[in-house]
C-alpha cells in the first residue's frame, strides 16, 4: 500500500504516460482517475483513459467522467498536438464504463474514504477541481497536497504568448483553484525541461507490446518540439508531476498568483508576485506596502536525471 | 398537490417575501429551499432562510446549503439593503438544521425526484444553478422550468450603472446559465414595476403575528426607494417570480443573451441582442448574417395588478 | 454671419446629409470639415468630403485629412452600410485637395481663431477629437458647445447589441472626449427616431441635380431599415446634430458617463449613471455615497416634427 | 555635430541621468527634449528638465511641454521612488520656460527639420510619441531609429507583477506605439541589470558641482533597490538607451509584441511572441499557422562593463 493519487486527466499522450508511470510505481495507490474535456472532447478523454488502463489490465481502477466544458467559456481542444482522438498509439477497445458518478461527486466522495492520505494530481484543465472546491471549500485544508500541471510563471506560454494550455483552456477554474485550493503548481517553468532523450524512445519503441503502443505516445509532432525544445524531443508536461509524487524532483517557491480571466491578449496568464509588489490596498508598489499572502507553490527546478531515471524505471516495467 | 417548486435563495427581504407567498400559494408544492452567498454571507442567508421557515411553522421543508462565494470572484454582500444581518424584522431563532447535502447535491437529487415536474426558482446570484448545471448538463432539459430573478435587458442597473445585484455578484455564474440554462429570466425590465402600495405595508403592519414581521421585509430603505423608484415603495423583486409562477403575471420575448464578466465598467451587464445583430462569425452587424439563437426568455411585461392581487392573497393568507 | 461651426465627418450618407444642411443654413458659417476613419478609409471620406463641397459648389471650404485609425485598434469600417466607397449617388470629383494640416492642427487652428464663437460638431468615431484634446486640454473650455453623434445611452446599440457605430470603432477616442471635453451625445436614443418620411425622398428624388444625388443618400439597405426601425424609412443620425445646431430640437439631460474600452462583449457601450449610483470610491451603491459629477450632456427628447421641417428647409435650399 | 537626438522624458531621477550623459556625449546633438507626465505631474516632470538643463548650462536646448496625462486612463505617478517633486537633488531655480509649441507639434517639426538623421528617444510614458504618430503615421518611417525605455519581454514587471512603470502608465499609448512605431524596446530585461557600483556613486558624491546634485539621483529608496535588486544598488533604466545611442551596448531580437490594455491584473503588460505561436487567424498555434509578423526590436543582452564606462565617461565630463 502506497500513497492514496487521485488523477485527474484529459488524456492526452502524456497524460497516458503519467497514468503508465503512476500505475507501476511501487509507492502509489491509484485510487480513481477523473476526466475532463482538454486535450480532447470529454468522451474523447475517457474513453482513451479506459483504453490506457484496458491496456495495462488495470480496468479495476475506477474512471468518473467529468465536465464537458470549461465553467465559463467554450472549449477549444488540441486534437492537433495529441492526435485526431486526443491521443496516439494503437489501444484497445475498453470493456468496462465509467463508474455512476459524475468526476466531481467522486473526488468528494474520495476525500471522504481517504483525507490526509490522499493526493489530488490535475494534469488536465482544472474545470473538476474547480467545482469539486466550489462544492467543497474545505476540501483543500482536508487532503495532503493537490498538485497540478499547468501554468507558466517565469517563462513564456504554450498556447498563446503568454499562456499555457490547461490555465488557457479554462482559466475560471484555474483562478479559483488557485485562490482557494493552495496547490502545487508545476508548470511549463519546469516541464519545458523535462524532456525525455531519443535513445529511450528508440528502446521502448523496439520492446514488446504494451511498449510498443506506449512508444507512439513520445511521438509528438515534429514541428511543435522543434518550436518549443529547439531539437526533435518532446517534454513530457503532465510526467512531471507523477515524478515528483513519486520521487521528490521539484524544488517550490510560494508566491502570490492569480490567474488571468480577462478577454484580453493575457488571457490564462500566470500573474506570479515575485517582487511582492503587490498590496491589498492597491496594485501599485508603495514603500509601506501590505504584502498579499502566497497562494500556492511554484515548481522552480527539476532535478532531470531523476525525471529520466524515473520515467525508466516506471515505464520499463511494462516490459 | 401543486407544482413542484425549488427556490434557490439569499435570504433577503424580497427572498423571505418570496418564501411566504410560495408557501402559502394553493397549487405551489415546495420541495426544498436552497440558500447561496449573496445579499449577505452563506451563514446569514441560511439562518435566515430556517427562521423564516419557522416563523410560518414549515419546518418540515428541506434547506441545503450551497455556495459561500461566487464562482471566480471575492463576494460583496447588500447588508446596507437588507439590514445587518442581510433581513429585517424579528424572526424566531430555528430549532433546525439545514439537509447533510450541498445545494448543488439537493439539486440533483431533486431532479432525480421530480424531473419534468420540477420547476427551479433562483432569486439569488447564480452560483449554485450554474454550479449544478456544471455538475449535470442535461438538468436544463430533465426540468419543467428553470426562473431567475437578475439582470437588465432593456433598462439600467442598480448595483452599477448597467448591471442588477444578482448578476453584478457572479457574473461567471449567471454567464454560463445564459448559455446552458435557457432560462425564464425575470429582470429589473419588469421587477422595477412590481412595487405595492402604502395601503397594502399599512393594513399588514397592523394585522397580528407573523404579519407584523412581514410587513418589516417590506420596509426597503428610504433613500434608496426614492432613488430607484421615485417614491417611497417598495419593488418586490424576487416576489415577480413567484407571482408568475402562481399566475402567469409576465409576457416574455426570446434573446440571444450574454453576460458581461470582464473587469471592466460593464461587468455583469445583459447583452441582449434585441436587433438580431449578433452574427455567428463576428460582432458586426452584416448583410447576410448568421444570427445567433436565442438563449432565453426575457420578461418585458408584468400585469402589475394581478401582481399586487398574488401578493395580497398570499400574504393575507397568514392573517 | 452665423455661428462658427466645425465639422467632423467621416462622409457616409448621413455626414454628407449634415454637410448640406449646415451649408445650406442661414445662420451657420461652416469654417471648416475635418475628415476620420469610420464608415470607409480616411481616404474615401476625404474625397467624399471634397466631393460633396464640389457637387454644392462650395470648394471654398477648408477640408483637413485627419486620423487613418483609431487611437488603439484597428479599423473596421462600415462599407456594407453606406455603399462601397462609403457613400452612395453620383458625385463629381473633386477638383481641390485637403489643406495642408492635419484635421487636429487644424481644428487646434480654429479654436485659436474663433474661440468662444466655435461649435464643434463631430459625427464620425472621434479620433480626431480625442487627439485635439490630447494636444491642447484647455480646448473643450475655449470653445462654445462639443456635439457628438454616436453612443447610446438608454437604448441598445447599432453595431452590437450595447454599442454605437462611431463609439464601438473608436471607444479609447470616446472615452477620451466624455472624460475631458463635456460633449453634448446625440445618440440612439434620439437619432434613431430621427427619420424622415418617404414622401419626402420621393418627392426630392424627382426634383434637379444636386438634389437627385442627394437623394440617394436617403437610401439605405432595405434589410438594415427594416431591422433597426421596423420599416423603410432611414433614420439620418447625422443629421439630428446638424438640425439641433440650427434649431434647437432636442433636450438634454447630464450624467456621470463612461465608455466601455475592454475587449468584451460591451465594447463601446455607454455607461450611463442614471441612478447616480457609482460612488468615488468604489462601484456599488452605498448610503452615504459620493455621487460622481455630471461628464456630459445626453440628448433625450426629439422634437421630430421639427427635425423634419428643417432637413426639408435646408435640403430644398438646392432646389 | 553627432546625431540628432529628441529625448522624450518624465524627469525623474534616472531621466536626469539620461539627460546628462546624452548633454556630454561627444557624437550626440540633443536637438530637444519633450515632456510627458509619469514619474510626476506633466509641471513637475517639465520644470525638473529645465533645472538640469540649467544646472549644465544647456538652456539653449529647447523645451516643449507635452500630454498631462495618459491617453484613455488616469495618470498614477511614481513620487515616492522619485522624490516629492519627482526628482532628488538640490536643482537650481530655471531661468527659461518651455516652447510655444506643444511636444506632439515640437516632435513634427524636428521630423521636418532631421528626418532620417533623427534618433527618438522616449523615456517615459509614450503619450507623446503615441501622439505624434497618431497625428503622423508616417513619423516611423520618416525617422532613424525610435527608441523607448519601458516593458518587460521576458521578465517581471515592477509597477505590478507584469508590468513596468512607463507601460502600466499609458498602456494605450505604449499599444500605439508597438503597432506603428517599430521601436527598440529597452526594458526590464536588460535595465533590470544596468546597475552603477557604489563605488563610483561615493566617487561623483565626493566631486564638486554640479556633480553633488548629480549623485542624488544615484539614491534610489533602499527597500526599493533591495526588493528589485538585492542589494543597495541603483538600476539606471532611461541611462540604457543613451548608452545603447553612444556606444551600441545591446543585442535585440525581434518579436512580433503587443501591449496588455485590459483592465484585468495584466494591463501594462508586454505579449511577447517568443516561439512565434501567434497566428494571424486566431491566438492559438496551429500546425500551418500564418506567422504574425514582427512589431519591434527587443533588448535582450546588455555589456554591462560598458554600459558602466559609458556612465563613467559621461557623468565624469562635468568634473
Ligand atoms: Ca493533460
Ligand atoms: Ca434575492
Ligand atoms: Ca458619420
Ligand atoms: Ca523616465
Redesign the interface.
Known sequence: MGRKVLLDVDTGNDDAILLAMMLAAEDVDVVGVTTVSGNSTLNNTTQNTLSVLELFDRTDVPVAKG???P??REP?GAE??HGENGIRGDLPASTTSPVDQ?A??FICDQVNSHGKHLTIAAVGPL?NI??AI????TLPDEIDELYLMGGSA?T???????AEFNFWEDP?AA??VMQDGFPRMVGLDVTNQATVLPEFVDKIEDASPPLTTVSQWFDY?D??MK??YGAKVPAIHDGVVGADIIGNILDYESYYL?V???????RG?V????????DTEM?????DRNRLSPTGNVAENIDIDRFREIISETILYYN
Not at 500573474?271 to 503587490?278: A, P, W
Open positions: 465536465a464537458e466544458r465553467l465559463v477549444c492537433w498536438v459524475t466531481m461527486e474545470t474547480a467545482l466550489a462544492n467543497r471549500p517565469h513564456h506560454g504554450n498556447t498563446t504568448p503568454v475560471e483562478s479559483r509532432p514541428e511543435l518550436m518549443e492569480e488571468d480571466t480577462t478577454d484580453g491578449p493575457s496568464a500573474i506570479c508576485d515575485v517582487l511582492g509588489i503587490m496594485n501599485v508598489i508603495s514603500e
